[in-house]
């Protein structure tokens, strides 16, 4: 059952929050947002998914946060992965607002790879999978990547190492890092790291670009 805070997501409501993040949708993308809430709120009745439980700051946190990575990184299109997807963040609002990317959603749980199932189904996205299983254990099944990205590393070494191996060749990574875990992710050798995008609305939490260290050397020769 909806509660009543739905009803404060407007097309108006929607695209204020994700302007202040120079996010724009048009009004296919509006009703897909609208629609993937309802089914969160929904399914977060009885499964963990998010502990926000607010709709409007649902879209702030998960949905703005999510988008804004397209604006510092060319999204429009190519192959990403989004790693410990968990309710669908980052991949699905960033395939939302980027249909022509093919995504992969890796998540570990079962209950909630049903979930994004349930979700890609209900929204009709095409060119979008899930993979339940955890990340170290895939490969070929990936390959090739333009993106990897996610929002829910525990360990940064072992992600990175994965990330840049020459059996994944992905070339670009994303993450939503806080400030004090910039320092231990850019010690990561295998890859080129740009400068830290602070996220809108945030004080501790960053966008962390890396380009794999190996690709941009050759590109370079």
């Not at 254990?137 to 990897?148: G, H, R, T, W």
Request: include cysteine; aromatic fraction near 8%; glycine fraction near 6%.
């Amino acid at each position: 059952m909806l509660t009543d805070g739905d009803k404060l997501l407007s097309d108006v409501t929607i695209r204020r929050a994700l302007s202040d993040f120079q996010v724009a949708v048009n009004e296919t993308q509006v009703l897909l947002i609208q629609q993937y809430i309802k089914i969160l709120l929904h399914w977060n009745e009885k499964l963990n998914l998010t502990a926000i439980r607010d709709p409007l700051e649902i879209l702030h946190r998960h949905f703005c946060e999510s988008m804004y990575a397209a604006v510092a990184v060319p999204f429009s299109c190519g192959r990403l992965a989004d790693i410990g997807t968990g309710g669908g963040f980052p991949g699905l609002p960033l395939k939302i607002l980027c249909p022509e990317l093919e995504l992969f959603l890796v998540e570990s749980s079962i209950k909630k790879g049903t979930f994004l199932a349930e979700v890609i189904r209900e929204l009709e996205l095409t060119n979008a999978r899930v993979l339940i299983s955890r990340y170290e254990e895939l490969s070929e099944e990936l390959s090739p990547l333009d993106f990897v990205c996610s929002r829910a590393v525990g360990e940064f070494g072992p992600f990175l190492d994965w990330a840049a191996s020459e059996r994944l060749a992905a070339g670009r990574v994303v993450l939503w890092v806080g400030g004090r875990d910039l320092d231990q992710v850019r010690k990561s050798p295998h890859w080129s790291w740009h400068e830290p995008i602070p996220v809108p609305q945030s004080l501790r939490r960053f966008l962390l670009v890396g380009d794999r260290a190996a690709v941009q050397s050759t590109e370079q020769r």
